[in-house]
């Protein structure tokens, strides 16, 4: 039976690439699939796993077919068929289709040809026998709130923390993690990212005992801070992709993401460990400060990152853990399908990534934050197309 | 036949062709060991593959990640020719040379009291996994449990019973009654018990090395089991609206398991009678056979 992980050099050398498409396209075709996958599933009300399942089936075929050879919108729908049927939430084809191209321009429906749903269904059997009926696929979502349940800290910021790993969740389905790291790592990942962006700092944990350096040591092993932090930055770089053919009323792209996150890695090439003990020099080489936007992060669909937006680029069903936080976390547990979208902390903190700062030192590369409390200055909210 | 979509496996012989489809030796041509090709038929419906059949294969393609000792493990999954309206696919399983069927013909004086407890307790074992994990085998008999070249056990056929509905209803093989509890063959609605009824069976055929209940049809077979283990009471016939009445069965000259098989110790008779409890609510369950006395005591050859 084959592995479902890939190393970089793979991925780089997918059917696709093979077949003349350059990385940087394959990864947008990547990316539309993905999100085609996630809006036709949240506009019928499928659950996040369904929809993550889909996802990850799509990642799946294109490492055995090209770009060229299978449409992305026709694959995307029928991952997303498949998927409803393994999660136990089935849609019809028909409707599935139909939900689609309501969310496609007319001439990206042209790929579904004469017959969308004979198309679809025809390409189920060749999904099927590409991911060799493994179909059964864990997210990082329950591994998340397994996680969370454990660790130790401010209530309220441990919610904001989880609400916010969720939305990376949902977002690193965009990018090829899927393919190249158990749920398990992708979660403790993007835990340890959107902790760093909240603030979160966990005092301790639950079945923590004297060989545990990390609240992850318990869960996972052999994670360096290398690999955490590449796996953030793959999620981080979403945000500063371009859409523009989609979005022509993007706010204007940034021409490096990895300036606006000295914290994490200095763009002098030199890989640095980040370690809470041991901040990272600020890199002396980045952008003069005014040229460095005060929001750095724009979610793929061209709306800026802070909670509104997070909101409505994955609806309701994606936006947050079921049911709320982990009940223990936030008292009773409330009766809501999903919590409100939280208010960032980091947004009146750029740069958005602050490392943990050694208590009582000064709070660490300060000259981009704003005094404390005040508005940002431009957040225009593009709502997604 | 033909493999178009499955380079990788060149068939041999057919191995076997049951009610479930058709079972092909082949070899696998990378790794040069044998391989069991089973060919599963599945039919399209208006909204593509079953979501039967897709449960089914990722509740085996799990299970396998277990590495359950007495399960047979499954390699591959492949997919046949094209057709209009079905899906042919073949389950690629581990190769076992001979099941327990074969095994008992070729231990003709008999097995020791040692060899019937360990056989029985990897059975149980085996169907205690499947248990635990929800699937009722519904078909144990002693051609679809494997014995390795070690002698130990290991199921097959599991897991598709949903899937093989469909191809049951095509053909015209007939499906062994002998190994089927009482509430099948009444027709009732049932779960895993039907699997500690047919271990039961088994068990006493490994004893007697002959089926224990050889019916020639529903009826038959109930009676013929009335007739080892008594007809149960009135009260005990099933409330269910069922076609086969109590009174429609004369029990006469009763014969006792001991008889049937008078190599039988204390403890195995006594498992064995709770496994062939009438009421599948009161059978033993398989984690309560296996925390049976017959599996705690002291090894006696007999």
């Avoid at chain 1, 370690?275 to 980045?286: C, E, Q």
């Avoid at chain 2, 500690?196 to 002959?210: H, M, N, P, R, T």
Wanted: charged share 20%; aromatic share 10%.
């Amino acid at each position: 039976m084959p592995g479902w992980y890939y190393d970089k050099k793979e991925l780089r050398h997918s059917p696709s690439a093979q077949d003349g498409i350059d990385y940087k396209t394959e990864m947008r075709y990547r990316k539309e699939g993905a999100r085609l996958i996630i809006n036709t599933g949240s506009k019928m009300d499928l659950g996040y796993n369904t929809m993550a399942t889909g996802v990850v089936y799509y990642h799946r075929f294109y490492m055995f077919h090209s770009f060229k050879q299978f449409p992305r919108y026709v694959t995307a729908c029928c991952c997303l068929f498949l998927a409803g049927k393994v999660e136990e939430t089935p849609k019809k084809c028909k409707d599935i289709i139909k939900t689609a191209k309501s969310l496609l321009t007319d001439q990206k429906f042209t790929t579904f040809g004469e017959d969308p749903k004979e198309e679809v269904m025809t390409l189920e059997r060749i999904l099927l026998q590409t991911i060799k009926f493994d179909l059964q696929v864990e997210h990082p979502y329950q591994y998340l709130l397994k996680y969370a349940k454990c660790l130790k800290g401010d209530k309220q910021k441990l919610q904001k923390m989880v609400q916010m790993a969720w939305t990376f969740v949902n977002d690193s389905l965009c990018t090829t993690l899927a393919l190249q790291w158990e749920p398990e790592i992708i979660a403790v990942a993007l835990m340890y990212l959107a902790g760093k962006l909240s603030k979160f700092e966990v005092v301790d944990w639950m079945g923590r005992n004297t060989k545990h350096c990390r609240w992850w040591d318990m869960f996972v092993e052999d994670v360096t801070m290398d690999l955490l932090e590449d796996i953030c930055h793959q999620v981080l770089d979403l945000y500063s992709q371009s859409d523009a053919p989609i979005h022509p009323d993007s706010p204007p792209l940034h021409s490096n993401a990895k300036q606006q996150m000295p914290s994490l890695r200095p763009s002098n090439g030199q890989e640095k460990t980040l370690s809470p003990d041991r901040p990272p020099s600020v890199n002396a080489k980045g952008p003069p400060l005014s040229d460095v936007p005060q929001f750095p992060y724009q979610t793929f669909t061209g709306a800026p990152p802070p909670a509104a937006a997070y909101a409505s680029v994955f609806p309701s069903s994606m936006a947050g853990p079921p049911g709320g936080p982990p009940p223990h976390l936030s008292g009773p547990p409330p009766h809501i399908a999903a919590p409100p979208p939280a208010v960032f902390s980091y947004v009146n903190h750029p740069p958005p990534f602050s490392t943990v700062v050694p208590p009582g030192a000064p709070p660490y590369f300060p000259a981009n934050a704003p005094p404390p409390g005040q508005p940002p200055q431009h957040r225009p909210y593009y709502p997604p197309q | 036949m033909s493999f178009e979509k499955s380079h990788t496996y060149e068939a041999l012989n057919r191995i076997g062709r049951g009610a479930y489809g058709t079972v092909y030796k082949a070899k696998d041509k990378k790794t040069g060991n044998d391989v069991a090709l089973k060919r599963v038929c599945v039919p399209l419906s208006e909204d593509g593959i079953p979501m039967n059949t897709l449960r089914e294969i990722s509740l085996l393609r799990q299970l396998n990640t277990h590495d359950h000792p007495n399960i047979v493990r499954l390699l591959d999954v492949c997919h046949g020719q094209q057709m209009e309206r079905e899906l042919i696919m073949y389950l690629v399983f581990e190769h076992v040379e001979q099941d327990l069927s074969t095994y008992i013909e070729r231990h003709s004086k008999g097995f020791s009291g040692v060899q019937i407890r360990s056989l029985s307790r990897e059975i149980l074992n085996g169907v205690d996994f499947l248990h635990s994990n929800r699937i009722v085998h519904r078909d144990l008999k002693p051609q679809n449990l494997l014995v390795t070249h070690d002698g130990h056990i290991k199921l097959a056929d599991f897991g598709l019973a949903k899937t093989y509905d469909f191809e049951m209803k095509l053909t015209s093989v007939v499906v062994t009654l002998w190994y089927r509890a009482p509430e099948v063959l009444l027709g009732l609605t049932y779960a895993t018990p039907v699997d500690i009824w047919s271990i039961g069976c088994i068990i006493v055929e490994l004893y007697s090395l002959k089926p224990l209940f050889c019916g020639e049809s529903d009826g038959d077979q109930l009676s013929k089991i009335f007739r080892v283990l008594g007809k149960p009471p009135e009260s005990e016939w099933p409330e269910e609206n069922i076609s086969i009445k109590w009174n429609s069965f004369n029990v006469n000259s009763q014969i006792s398991i001991d008889r049937i098989c008078p190599n039988i110790c204390e403890t195995a008779y006594d498992l064995i009678m709770s496994m062939l409890t009438f009421n599948p609510k009161r059978r033993i369950t398989a984690l309560e056979a296996l925390n049976h006395r017959f599996f705690l005591e002291e090894p006696i050859n007999t």
